[in-house]
């Protein structure tokens, strides 16, 4: 195993949310200058002191966060765009962490947001790939719905899976989200409910699938000292890895990217994954959490269904996974859902999440997936995250 340079040195702090709504008449401009001045405000620095940017969103377009400085203005002499969806979290602290490491800058602000109209959905489908776009358009197909229901059947015929494993995910995060302040649903879900929705996309139904929204979330990252320095409650980055188009070679995505380098990242952070106290798993649909499972090596390939059934996932179980409801209950607001996990990871280790406080967490896992084409996601990612000493 190549040997990396550690993350040992890294904080993250100030997580930000700015607030989820069903649909906006304002751009992701707005939500992302709410989330920077929400950074400010809350970190009680001056703009000024953030010389370092990175932005992720799928509705900012054509401009990039270049455009982002002079419309908020910002002067940053370290900068980064990050296009890749729901990788683009952990992409973002790993490269904004490495940036501080070797000066390039101070503070730097992770920042992602998107709107949410009548017909922004459509939109962002029709320019997301055209790769992707051309292969499915022809057989009438289009959109995440189908080719998410094509990934889970293929798991399901080839592990043994039933609708009602997937509904034991989709259950204990609406619980989780029920304690969130921020999340778009407020009724509890019960397995019937789950379980009579009607379908999509079959088997996708209802609740397997995210809600789009507009909204916006944001971190920053910076060297410990200097969070201690300015008082900044704050998480150490313990380690983190990322990975593009792996196990090309498989006929239907069954296997991430986390598998390639996952005995990396529990190396660089000391640690195995009993460890770990909760997971932020990306949740586009329940399929993808439970391979995430079995990738990041919870379980073996395979035996997601049964980690499921004999696990309890709620914040006060004993495998809190998506403490904040995740997208499937909390939203998903375009790229900021692959920011969802990181913020809330933060908000459980410096002691800011309310009721649905993990006991006594130490270390926390957040993973970020992205970028779908016709049959499986081309971009993963994941960081472990720990208390500060």
């Keep these: 195993m190549k040997r990396r340079m550690s993350y040992e040195g890294v904080a993250v702090a100030v997580p930000v949310t700015v607030p989820y709504v069903r649909y906006s008449t304002h751009g992701a401009h707005w939500f992302i200058g709410q989330a920077l001045e929400a950074l400010v405000r809350e970190s009680g620095i001056d703009k000024a002191q953030i010389d370092g940017l990175t932005i992720s ?12 400085t002079q419309h908020m203005g910002l002067s940053p002499r370290w900068l980064d765009h990050i296009p890749n969806g729901g990788a683009s979290g952990v992409m973002a602290l790993r490269r904004a962490a490495r940036a501080v490491q070797a000066g390039d800058a101070d503070i730097v602000a992770c920042v992602s947001g998107d709107t949410n109209h009548v017909d922004s959905f459509r939109l962002m489908l029709g320019g997301f790939s055209y790769f992707a776009r051309d292969a499915s358009y022809p057989y009438g197909s289009g959109g995440p719905n189908s080719i998410f229901a094509f990934i889970t059947a293929n798991y399901m015929r080839t592990f043994g899976a039933t609708r009602e494993d997937f509904g034991r995910i989709a259950v204990a995060q609406r619980a989780n989200a029920l304690k969130n302040p921020n999340a778009m649903f407020k009724k509890p879900l019960t397995m019937d409910e789950y379980m009579s929705a009607r379908p999509i996309s079959d088997p996708v139904h209802l609740f397997d699938c995210v809600m789009p929204c507009a909204g916006g979330e944001a971190f920053l990252v910076m060297r410990g000292e200097k969070a201690r320095e300015l008082g900044l409650p704050h998480a150490v980055v313990r380690g983190a890895i990322e990975r593009h188009n792996a196990y090309s070679d498989d006929p239907i995505m069954v296997r991430g990217g986390w598998a390639v380098d996952r005995d990396d990242l529990y190396a660089q952070a000391g640690v195995q994954p009993a460890d770990i106290d909760f997971v932020q798993t990306y949740d586009d649909y329940p399929v993808i959490v439970m391979l995430q499972f079995e990738d990041l090596g919870f379980c073996g390939k395979g035996e997601g269904p049964a980690f499921v059934r004999s696990r309890s996932l709620t914040c006060d179980g004993d495998f809190p996974n998506n403490t904040s409801g995740g997208q499937l209950s909390a939203g998903q607001a375009g790229a900021a859902g ?28 957040v993973t970020g997936f992205g970028m779908v084409t016709y049959d499986r996601c081309l971009c993963t990612g994941a960081v472990i995250l720990g208390a500060s000493a």
């Design 57 to 68: 969103s799928f509705s900012l377009g054509p401009d990039t966060a270049v455009g982002v």
């Design 338 to 365: 692959g920011f969802l996990g990181m913020t809330e990871a933060i908000r459980q280790l410096t002691n800011a999440a309310g009721d649905r406080s993990v006991r006594d967490a130490k270390l926390g896992l």
